[in-house]
C-alpha cells in the first residue's frame, strides 16, 4: 500500500508572508480557503485580471492586489507562493523561481510542482483538524471534512479550555503530568468492545 508522507504542520499565516499568482476562479478558492482558516494571512495577489468576487473578498480582508503580468520580482519577501493561473508555462516558472528563492510552493492541480497541498479543514474553536489524500483525491479531503464537521462536536472547545486550565494544576513532572492528562482523557475515545 502506498503512503502519505506528508508532515502536517500548522502555519501561524499572519507571521508569513504568501502570494498568490492568478486571479481566476482557483486563485479566488485559495484566498477564500487561506482567509477561512486565518483571517489575517499576510496575502498578496498578482494577476492581469481578477474575478469581482475575488476583488470584494481582497477589500474586505486588505488583501494587496497587484495588477500586472507575474515576474519573480513579486517573490521578494515572500515566504510562500500559490500559482493558479490556467496558464502551465506561467505556473512552473513559479515553482522554478520559488525553488531557487527557497520559497515553499504550492501549484495548483500540478502536485509534481507543490512543496505542499491545501488539505481539508475543520475548525472548531481551538480545535483544528486538516485532512490529506496526498494530492491524489481533494473530494475525498472533502468528504472526510464534511464526516468530522458532523462527528466533532460543537462544545469540543469548551473541553479544551477546561483542560488546559487542569493542566496547570497538575503537580510532578513532564511524564507525570502527561500520564495524569491521558488517564483523565481516555474517555474521550469510545474503544468498541470486542
Not at 466533532?152 to 500520564?179: Q, S
Amino acid at each position: 500500500m502506498e503512503r502519505n508522507e506528508l508532515y502536517p504542520i500548522f502555519l501561524k499565516v499572519s507571521n508569513l508572508h504568501i502570494l498568490i499568482i492568478g486571479g481566476g476562479n482557483v486563485a479566488l478558492e485559495k484566498l477564500t480557503f487561506l482567509l477561512k482558516s486565518s483571517p489575517n494571512a499576510q496575502v498578496e495577489m498578482v494577476a492581469p485580471m481578477f474575478r469581482d468576487e475575488t476583488i470584494e473578498l481582497a477589500n474586505k480582508f486588505n488583501i494587496k492586489m497587484h495588477n500586472a503580468i507575474y515576474d519573480a520580482s513579486f517573490l521578494k519577501g515572500k515566504h510562500i507562493a500559490i500559482a493558479t493561473t490556467d496558464n502551465v508555462p506561467v505556473n512552473e516558472q513559479v515553482y522554478h523561481d520559488c525553488r531557487e528563492r527557497q520559497i515553499l510552493v504550492n501549484v495548483a492541480d500540478n502536485p509534481p510542482y507543490c512543496d505542499f497541498y491545501m488539505g481539508g479543514i475543520v475548525t472548531k474553536g481551538n480545535v483544528k483538524v486538516a485532512i490529506s489524500t496526498n494530492g491524489k483525491s481533494p473530494t475525498t479531503a472533502k468528504r472526510l471534512r464534511q464526516f468530522f464537521e458532523d462527528v466533532i462536536p460543537e462544545n469540543i472547545d469548551d473541553l479544551v479550555k477546561n483542560l488546559n486550565e487542569f493542566r496547570k494544576t497538575i503537580k510532578g513532572d513532564f511524564e507525570e503530568k502527561v500520564e495524569t492528562l491521558n488517564e483523565f482523557t481516555k474517555g474521550l475515545v469510545n474503544k468498541k468492545e470486542k
